[in-house]
Each structure stands twice: as structure tokens, then as C-alpha cells.
T-cell receptor, first 111, second 113 residues
Framework: GQSLEQPSEVTAVEGAIVQINCTYQ??????LSWYQQHDGGAPTFLSY????GLEETGRFSSFLSRSDSYGYLLLQELQMKDSASYFC????????????FGQGTELSVKP | NAGVTQTPKFRVLKTGQSMTLLCAQD?????MYWYRQDPGMGLRLIHY???????AKGEVPDGYNVSRLKKQNFLLGLESAAPSQTSVYFC????????????FGPGTRLTVL
């Protein structure tokens, strides 16, 4: 089967740095994406890695190691508004851009 | 640009009833998707489409049908609703190019009694 593993919950304080890990087992691999979802809202795209290494977008960075089937999302200078669920997602084939999502990590940012 | 819109936002059905969820996008995207999200879980793909007139099954297609008669619209049908179909349904679209970015609608909250 195909699966993505990420921690169910993470807690951090405002201003801190937090890392959310994602390991995957899929039949193929074309890229790892991260999505943010605030409670009850629509998921929104954060980042994408197709090749090994670090991608930076403002306070958020995402890393990929294809040899380890592993990636992470790094959030810096945490703000209260970063409290949300974060999902990693893998495109495992080249048909239709389909994504397989992990079960999500609920991030709580405390003052 | 409205992006991706979904109607209705909420619906309560009785077991055995049918309904259609409508998704519309104004970004001229080729690819469209229907997902369901259950409490504490990620998104599971129901059906998807790679262009007008095409549809394909995703991870959990049983009990659902879809149609893409126009490029901007993707309809999800429940022929005979069951309590197991109580969920939040999200529609998404993407260009199919570059960064795998999918744009999601606001969701439809469906309860089947």
C-alpha cells in the first residue's frame, strides 16, 4: 500500500521554530507538497519539492531527501495564526496530478 | 477571480436520498478533483478529471459518480446516500503544470441520517 506518516500533534511557543516531519512509502515519487488547513477551512498550498534539498518561502521552508523517503516543513518565527493542521502530500504517478495526503499534523502555537 | 466555488455549503440527507454537489473554477484549469475529509484524517481522493469529458476513479470511488461536461465544472453525485458518506467534501483544481499546486474550494459539509 501507499502511506505517509507524520506526527498527529505538535505544540510550540510563539517566536519559536518547529519542524514537522513526513515519511512516505509510495509506488512512485514525483514530488512532495505541503498544505495548511485552518479549522474548518479549505487547504491551501504552502510548498513543493521535487528534488533533494531545501526550498524557502518566507518564514516557511521545506526539505526533501528522496533517498530517505523523507521530508519536513520548517516554520520559523511562529505566530499564533500558524496554529492549523499541516498535511504532506505525495504525487506518486504522472497521471492527472493526483496527490496522496498524510493524515495531518495539528500545530498549536502557545503565547 | 472567485477561484474554486462549491455548492451547497451544507446539506442534510436521509439514507437512500440522492444529491449532486457542484464545483466550479474560473482559472481555466485542466485538472479537477473531489476529496472527502473525515475527522482527524487527511484528504482522500474520490474521483478526478484531467480534462473536459474525462473522469477517473481515485482511492475511494464507491457510492459516488462524477461528470465533467464543461471544463469549468465538476459534479459529484451520490446516488443513494449512506451514513458512511457523512463527511466534508472538498473540490480542487490545478493546471497540471509545475508545482503540483491544487486550489481548493471552501467545502461542503454533508450529514446523512
Amino acid at each position: 500500500g501507499q502511506s505517509l506518516e507524520q506526527p498527529s500533534e505538535v505544540t510550540a511557543v510563539e517566536g519559536a521554530i518547529v519542524q514537522i516531519n513526513c515519511t512516505y512509502q509510495t509506488s512512485g515519487f514525483y514530488g512532495l507538497s505541503w498544505y495548511q488547513q485552518h479549522d474548518g477551512g479549505a487547504p491551501t498550498f504552502l510548498s513543493y519539492n521535487a528534488l533533494d534539498g531545501l526550498e524557502e518561502t518566507g518564514r516557511f521552508s521545506s526539505f526533501l531527501s528522496r533517498s530517505d523517503s523523507y521530508g519536513y516543513l520548517l516554520l520559523q518565527e511562529l505566530q499564533m495564526k500558524d496554529s492549523a493542521s499541516y498535511f504532506c502530500a505525495v504525487r506518486s504517478d504522472n497521471q492527472g496530478g493526483k496527490l496522496i495526503f498524510g493524515q495531518g499534523t495539528e500545530l498549536s502555537v502557545k503565547p | 477571480n472567485a477561484g474554486v466555488t462549491q455548492t451547497p455549503k451544507f446539506r442534510v440527507l436521509k439514507t437512500g436520498q440522492s444529491m449532486t454537489l457542484l464545483c466550479a473554477q474560473d482559472m481555466n484549469h485542466e485538472y479537477m478533483y473531489w476529496y472527502r475529509q473525515d475527522p482527524g484524517m487527511g484528504l482522500r481522493l474520490i474521483h478526478y478529471s484531467v480534462g473536459e469529458g474525462t473522469t477517473a476513479k481515485g482511492e475511494v470511488p464507491d457510492g459516488y459518480n462524477v461528470s465533467r461536461l464543461k471544463k469549468q465544472n465538476f459534479l459529484l453525485g451520490l446516488e443513494s446516500a449512506a451514513p458512511s458518506q457523512t463527511s466534508v467534501y472538498f473540490c480542487a483544481s490545478s493546471s497540471g503544470l509545475g508545482k503540483d499546486e491544487q486550489f481548493f474550494g471552501p467545502g461542503t459539509r454533508l450529514t446523512v441520517l
